[in-house]
């Protein structure tokens, strides 16, 4: 990551200069127009790290310029395209506590939200990063329902949602692997409350027929199948049970 003084060390070709002599760049100060328009010549450039750096530097050498509200945002976004997506999120958030009314209040929400988002790992790891995207996805559909951004969050929620089911199944199934089935048919039903509308309902009810006639309760694991056969009738999952309920005196 490019620090601000490495950034305008290198300061004179950045502003056009030949860069050669002795001055110290270290510091340079300038108009707010020039750097602005510096940092966004970068940006335009695919040099993110550079533009947010430059960005950063309105702010702190023109803070009360109009320029530097600006300036604010394109900096967050800047280290979001950089895979910066701490910094982004930082600058988001400090965005949004000096500007909470700002008709750009709902990108930087969405800007946060996206950081988390991309960040999302596989389903074999640690999901909190995933929880910070859903809760973040969630402020920008709450805060401005009616928005192009809400749209797009709520299609990203749908993703989130499959991919905590994910989880919460390859959960389950190891414990019904290692013969957990009480820790098994607990995840299952966890993903049969929260995650009803996702693609991994029906292997969950079906699991859950599994380990309840596993567990020895078979009228539990009837019930499962026939809400399996009620809401995915046509499914391989309850062709399964059926099967699977059949060699156990019928559903």
Not at 18 to 31: C, L, N, P, Q
């Amino acid at each position: 990551m490019l620090s601000i003084s490495s950034v305008l060390v290198s300061g004179c070709s950045i502003f056009g200069g030949s860069g050669g002599g002795d001055i110290d760049t270290s510091y340079v100060a300038r108009d707010v127009s020039t750097l602005y328009t510096t940092a966004k010549r970068r940006l335009d450039a695919n040099q993110y790290q550079l533009s947010a750096a430059l960005f950063d530097e309105v702010e702190r050498q023109h803070p009360y310029s109009p320029w530097s509200r600006r300036a604010k945002l394109m900096s967050a976004y800047s280290y979001y395209l950089s895979r910066d997506y701490n910094k982004a999120v930082q600058s988001s958030q400090s965005f949004l506590a000096i500007h909470p009314g700002n008709k750009d209040a709902p990108y930087a929400y969405y800007l946060i939200a996206l950081s988390y988002y991309e960040q999302i790992s596989d389903v074999t790891r640690d999901q909190k990063i995933t929880e910070q995207a859903l809760a973040s996805l969630g402020e920008v559909m709450r805060r401005y329902p009616e928005s192009r951004y809400a749209a797009d969050a709520r299609l990203k929620v749908d993703l989130v949602n499959d991919h905590l089911a994910g989880k919460e199944m390859e959960i389950g199934r190891f414990y019904q692997r290692d013969s957990k089935w009480l820790a098994a048919t607990l995840r299952f039903q966890a993903v049969v409350d929260k995650f009803q509308t996702t693609s991994h309902a029906p292997e969950a009810l079906y699991r859950l027929t599994e380990s309840y006639l596993s567990l020895g309760i078979p009228d539990e694991a009837k019930r499962s199948a026939a809400v399996l056969g009620a809401n995915y009738p046509g499914s391989k999952w309850y062709e399964r049970a059926f099967k699977l309920m059949e060699k156990h005196g019928g559903i």
